[in-house]
């Protein structure tokens, strides 16, 4: 599955490159940032190393790694990052778990719902059968953004969080994890 760069109304989502870690490193060097997600700020050097592993790809070959930064066109500025891990099951069908995170500065302001949107249409348009997030139960803005998504809450829970899809594909989903591999969907490294 090839990436490409997608625009949405006031936002490029541009495929993760190494050169990016430097301004990336600003745009997320508020501690408050990692309260759900986890970890610490990483310093330029420490995001450039992250991010020749997520340009590398998964060592997994069932898994594809897809992570685009989010820049505002007009200010040309980054302001954070969407990202889906897609894994491919022995039956062909393909299942994407996303997520996202914006910088301090810039939440508040539509960009992570409008990021995740443009992310989820792309992922529907590469005929992904199941789509979803896992949230943290009290971080109600990423809720809120799951929700402007099309995800629901299922229920079901992971490591802390709790898994969002959209609600139609909720009975796909049972199918399609028994299904995978290793019998739940990868993960990128979350050492953000």
């Known amino acids: 599955m090839k990436i490409r760069a997608m625009e949405t109304g006031r936002l490029s989502l541009v495929p993760l490159r190494v050169e990016h870690a430097d301004e990336m490193a600003e745009v997320l060097a508020d501690p408050a940032v990692h309260a759900f997600i986890g970890g610490a700020p990483h310093s330029p050097q420490a995001l450039q190393a ?15 790694w897809c992570n685009w930064v989010i820049q505002l066109r007009e200010e040309k500025c980054l302001t954070g990052t969407v990202q889906a891990t897609i894994t491919t099951a022995e039956s062909g069908g393909c299942a994407a778990e996303i997520a996202w995170v914006v910088g301090t500065p810039w939440q508040g302001n539509g960009i992570a719902t409008e990021a995740a949107r443009g992310l989820v249409a792309w992922l529907q348009e590469q ?24 995800l629901a809450p ?39």
């Open 127 to 150: 005929e992904v059968q199941v789509i979803c997030a896992h949230i943290h139960p009290d971080h109600q803005a990423s809720g809120a953004v799951a929700a402007a998504a099309g």
């Open 50 to 64: 992250r991010y020749e592993r997520l340009v590398a790809g998964s060592p997994d070959p069932s898994q594809t």
């Open 154 to 192: 299922t229920g079901h829970w992971h490591d802390g969080e709790i898994r969002w899809e959209p609600p139609a594909a909720q009975s796909r989903s049972l199918f399609f994890f028994f299904r995978t591999r290793r019998g739940r969907m990868g993960r990128q490294p979350r050492d953000r």
